[in-house]
């Protein structure tokens, strides 16, 4: 799909081309590109691009695609078995001993800076804007007469900017100072990473006092803007993890803060949550591949009711008659961990498997010229919000959070009043499990799904609803972003490491000199 768009743009491009520059490409031109040593073969491009033209653009293209073939000094362009001129298109004999072009990496990786600079010329102001911005990340000074003749032709104001800065990029290590004088005040207005860059290395080798100053202040212009999008971008990353964080522990928040069960298998519920997300995947790959876009919202409630039944299973058979044991609950969920691991592994082999994203998770949003924001982790942070507002609503708001919060809170009076605990207990353990099923859900769309998904994520889990005060889920929200950006802000200073022992040790006292946590714990614990 993606050749095809790519394709057409190059065929929108040259149309273009050909209804405004007149034909430019000579035989002799088309000959040099193909024939002697690679300096002369790129001096001759470089002329080409000049006077591109639509024979230029398509010749190029052909050169890119091995289409292109020479029998002594005639070139011509086959394609289905018929030769074509490659300066008039025209049908041509096909000569009877003819031989393929061959380009090395650097005589290749030209051709393809020459096709994506000749977009330029794109009636498309999205291609010619991409184009101006790829430019300007890779410069090349041989480019400048195409970019010369874009300007004069652009009307779009947004591109224009983005052929300035290419042209100062390309114009930062010029012969003359006064051009390089321009190009370091018009670099500094770009506020980005590679006008930096461009900057720091003409620095080293600039001779001119007063360039070396205008460039020594646009690269401090340049610092204190990109200064805020590093400091943005550690608080989203922050966001992100505290988000997958809330996550995870908001089964936990069930399963453990409200029923006091400790379920060391939580872990082990979310890759099931995954696996099931996977499992969708190859469905609708295998069935369903013009919909494949759209198997993460089948894929959602698959994993919240495989999770959800997994657990049910697990309180009905071990739990049920563990309550009030929390050191055999904690064995007995351990064990059943391995059990499940081991199970996913003689299913779905030891390897990790792939979930692929689906197209409208891709990409990102550019914020600044130094922090992009991911769409699959801006979408995670927005549906944990949706989550947590929905288990709130179903807790606060619903019959079924009426009974759970009624035996949780005094399990003797709920039975008198007519509560079937026993069946409570098994919708509250299944909600929680279906809950780290839908986080299982969203761990598939930021890495791979393997048999120990669940390990890595498990003792922060517990942290989060410890320090947030069990059985509180506006708790377990705040110490999930809490801890989240705190991780982030104390890597950028200690490295990974570090960061996470400094937050062991900073939860270690919290919960010496707090031990109910940020807010009080409520539960069956809290009746004794």
């Known amino acids: 799909m993606w050749t095809v768009r790519i394709r057409l743009s190059f065929v929108f491009a040259f149309s273009y081309l050909s209804l405004t520059l007149a034909q430019a490409l000579t035989p002799a031109q088309a000959l040099g590109m193909v024939q002697g040593e690679t300096d002369t073969r790129l001096e001759v491009l470089n002329q080409a691009l000049q006077e591109a033209d639509a024979a230029t653009a398509t010749y190029l293209q052909a050169l890119a695609d091995d289409l292109v073939k020479v029998a002594g000094r005639q070139v011509v362009v086959v394609r289905d078995g018929k030769a074509f001129d490659p300066v008039t298109n025209a049908e041509t004999p096909l000569p009877a001993q003819i031989e393929d072009v061959v380009s090395n990496n650097r005589m290749r990786g030209e051709i393809d800076a020459a096709l994506a600079a000749l977009k330029l010329l794109s009636p498309d102001d999205a291609v010619r804007l991409q184009a101006a911005m790829a430019l300007a990340k890779e410069p090349d000074a041989a480019k400048l007469p195409l970019i010369h003749k874009a300007l004069m032709a652009e009307h779009n104001e947004e591109v224009k900017k983005a052929l300035m800065l290419a042209k100062a990029a390309m114009a930062i290590s010029a012969a003359d100072p006064a051009e390089r004088l321009l190009a370091a005040q018009t670099l500094g207005q770009a506020k980005s990473p590679e006008a930096q860059l461009l900057l720091n290395q003409q620095l080293g080798v600039e001779t001119d006092a007063k360039v070396k100053a205008q460039i020594q202040a646009s690269l401090v212009s340049i610092k204190a803007a990109l200064a805020w999008g590093e400091r943005l971008g550690v608080v989203f990353t922050g966001i ?289």
């Open 240 to 528: 992100s993890l505290g988000s997958i964080l809330l996550l995870v522990a908001l089964g936990l928040a069930i399963t453990y803060g409200l029923m006091g069960v400790i379920n060391m298998a939580h872990g082990e519920l979310m890759m099931v949550g995954a696996y099931a997300t996977y499992v969708v995947q190859l469905v609708f790959r295998q069935y369903l591949p013009n919909a494949f876009d759209w198997y993460l919202l089948a894929a959602l409630p698959m994993a919240f009711l495989s999770a959800a039944v997994v657990g049910a299973v697990l309180e009905r058979t071990v739990l049920r008659f563990l309550y009030g044991r929390p050191l055999e609950t904690l064995l007995a969920t351990w064990g059943i961990s391995l059990i499940l691991m081991q199970t996913v592994r003689s299913v779905f082999g030891a390897q990790n498997v792939a979930v692929e994203n689906p197209r409208w998770m891709s990409g990102g949003i550019q914020v600044l010229s130094n922090l992009s924001l991911p769409w699959n982790r801006v979408l995670i942070v927005v549906f944990a919000l949706a989550v947590l507002l929905g288990m709130a609503l179903l807790i606060g708001q619903t019959r079924l959070g009426l009974f759970v919060r009624g035996v949780t809170q005094n399990r003797a009076i709920a039975s008198c009043m007519g509560v079937n605990t026993a069946r409570i207990d098994t919708y509250a353990f299944a909600l929680g499990s279906g809950i780290a099923g839908l986080a299982g859900c969203a761990l598939s769309q930021i890495g791979n799904v393997g048999p120990d998904l669940g390990q890595g994520y498990i003792v922060d889990a517990f942290m989060v609803v410890v320090l947030g005060g069990v059985g509180q889920l506006a708790g377990t929200v705040y110490a999930a972003l809490g801890l989240g950006v705190l991780n982030k802000l104390l890597e950028g200073w200690t490295g990974a490491v570090l960061a996470k022992i400094a937050v062991l040790v900073f939860i270690i006292i919290f919960i010496q000199k707090r031990p109910q946590g940020l807010f009080a714990m409520k539960g069956r614990s809290a009746e004794a």
